[in-house]
């Protein structure tokens, strides 16, 4: 029977939820799942490629089928020197889609036998992303249900020593929270009456 190898390219800076949930779903389909860490030299990232790496191995380390690793280059071009025959991408919202059918159709072009494959991360993570949870953390946020505890964990230490460096007063305690408390938030407005 054959085997499909699959890999989830991203930048993963820093993982999210939302990434987590994909990685999850991902596995369920695929007989393989490589998460490639992009190395961009282009971009000015929070976490070495190293960094991102070992959080990825730390909280995908359940999944028997998911490994993590790290490239540079051309997405196709690594999928093909790992043997993969598809690319995972997630879709949050309808905003994903130009930028991520314009990046499956130029990885068509550029590798016609690698396949695409949108998956969906679960409605409450359709807001979640890397760079909303850095800027969060940046300003001193709550980021504990946004990201995995490590990731918080690191992020937290992260921004203590910014924030020393900076000369900034941290005084206010950004004490982890309970993951009990990432409830969704209750809807406080009672249903309308339907006309009889
Ligand atoms: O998590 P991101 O930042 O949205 O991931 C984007 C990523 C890494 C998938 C994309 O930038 C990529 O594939 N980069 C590698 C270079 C490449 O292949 N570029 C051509 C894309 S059509």
């Known amino acids: 029977?054959?085997?499909v190898k699959a890999i989830y390219p991203g930048s993963f800076d820093p993982l999210t939820n939302g990434h987590l949930d994909l990685i999850e779903r991902g596995s369920k389909i695929f007989d393989e799942?490589?998460?490639a860490v992009l190395g961009n030299p282009e971009k000015d990232p929070l976490f070495s490629v190293a960094d991102r790496r070992k959080m990825l191995e730390a909280m995908t380390e359940q999944f028997d089928n998911v490994t993590v690793d790290t490239f540079a280059g051309l997405t196709?071009?690594?999928a093909l020197r790992?043997?993969?025959s598809a690319v995972l991408r997630?879709?949050?919202a309808i905003s994903d889609y130009e930028y991520e059918l314009q990046m499956a159709l130029m990885n068509r072009k550029l590798q016609p036998g690698l396949e695409t494959v949108f998956m969906m991360p679960a409605e409450k993570y359709s807001y979640l992303s890397s760079r909303l949870v850095r800027e969060i953390a940046q300003l001193g946020g709550s980021i504990d249900c946004l990201v995995p505890p490590l990731v918080a964990q690191k992020l937290r230490e992260k921004m203590d020593v910014a924030h020393k460096f900076?000369?900034?007063d941290l005084d206010r305690e950004r004490a982890p929270q309970d993951?009990?408390?990432?409830?969704?938030p209750e809807r406080k407005t009672k249903p309308r009456k339907r006309k009889s």
Do not use: N, P, Q
């Open 33 to 35: 799942l490589v998460v």
């Open 76 to 78: 196709v071009e690594y």
């Open 166 to 168: 900076a000369d900034i």
């Open 179 to 184: 993951a009990s408390e990432c409830k969704e």
């Open 90 to 92: 997630g879709i949050r």
């Open 1 to 3: 029977m054959k085997r």
């Open 82 to 84: 790992v043997g993969a």
